[in-house]
């Protein structure tokens, strides 16, 4: 939709409503890094996930100065492209997905340091997209130690799910099925589980076509020396679905 304005948005911070001052199309570039899970466990879908994700590239740094890296989480997170605006260069590294035989995944060590990476460059527009199945997590991280740099950073954590659910209970896997259930719904990201992997290409242009046409709502906050709990964005307009993600801004304004 192109014609959005401050009436079709509503704004809370622990449920007080806030003004909506203006409404406009995010145009910054973004920063993204697509996590790619090419653990054993994802040997049967490796061919799709690397389709899926050069269109996905290809859509991303078609007429933008989007930066966008790739990192693998078999054995240990492994950059294979460092972020770039550069589509050859990222397309190197989607083109070294292969999976690696025996291994398990680390995930959530993967996303600790993106969000590292993302908050030593100071990271204005961070965007997460965790390509993973629900093989073995071997991180040993809890699930509030992954979130809190999330939103610590500001990323938006968006999460595609390959192939059947897990029966693992370990705590490993209770803490990755929280943090891939709570991550994108406290980040403004969006989950996806798909049983077929032949869906994934169609699946990351939804969600190219979703970040391309992002808007930057900005709104009114009375000063304190107290933040928030949470922030919510909703929408007003019937058949519209709003998620948010906040962005840091000088006192007196914030924007999702």
Same mark, same amino acid.
């Given at each position: ?8 948005? !509503? ?24 996590? =790619?899970?090419?653990? !054993?466990?994802? +040997? ?6 690397? =389709? ?19 990192? *693998? ?29 025996g291994s398990g995944m680390y995930l959530l060590d993967g ?11 100071? %990271?204005?527009?961070?965007?997460? =997209? ?28 968006? =999460?595609?799910?390959?192939g059947p659910p897990s029966n693992d209970i370990s705590e ?5 099925? *929280? ?17 077929? %992997?032949? *869906? ?15 808007? +930057? ?5 009375? !000063?304190?020396?107290i933040p928030p709990e949470r922030a919510t964005v909703s ?22």
């Amino acid at each position: 939709m192109e014609d959005l304005g401050p009436s079709d948005f !509503q704004i809370r911070e622990d449920n007080v409503p806030r003004e909506v001052l203006r409404v406009e199309p995010a145009t910054e570039p973004m920063q993204i890094a697509i996590m =790619v899970d090419n653990s !054993q466990a994802a +040997r049967d879908y490796i061919r799709d996930i690397r =389709v899926g994700v050069e269109s996905f590239v290809t859509d991303m740094t078609n007429g933008s100065m989007n930066q966008i890296s790739i990192v *693998a989480l078999a054995e240990r997170p492994t950059i294979l492209a460092d972020l770039s605006p550069d589509r050859e260069q990222i397309l190197k590294g989607v083109r070294r997905i292969f999976e690696q035989a025996g291994s398990g995944m680390y995930l959530l060590d993967g996303v600790i340091e993106v969000c590292r990476g993302f908050n030593k460059r100071e %990271t204005p527009r961070p965007v997460i =997209v965790a390509i993973t199945t629900e093989g073995p997590e071997y991180s040993s991280r809890r699930y509030e130690d992954v979130l809190k740099p999330l939103k610590d950073v500001g990323a938006m954590f968006n =999460v595609l799910v390959l192939g059947p659910p897990s029966n693992d209970i370990s705590e490993d896997a209770r803490n990755r099925s *929280a943090v891939l259930d709570q991550g994108p719904r406290t980040t403004g990201g969006a989950r996806e589980s798909l049983l077929a %992997t032949s *869906a994934l290409p169609a699946a990351l242009k939804r969600l190219a076509n979703g970040l391309r046409h992002q808007y +930057r709502v900005t709104y009114a906050r009375p !000063q304190s020396l107290i933040p928030p709990e949470r922030a919510t964005v909703s929408a007003t307009r019937p058949g519209l679905t709003a998620r948010g993600t906040l962005v840091k801004e000088p006192p007196q304004e914030r924007k999702r």
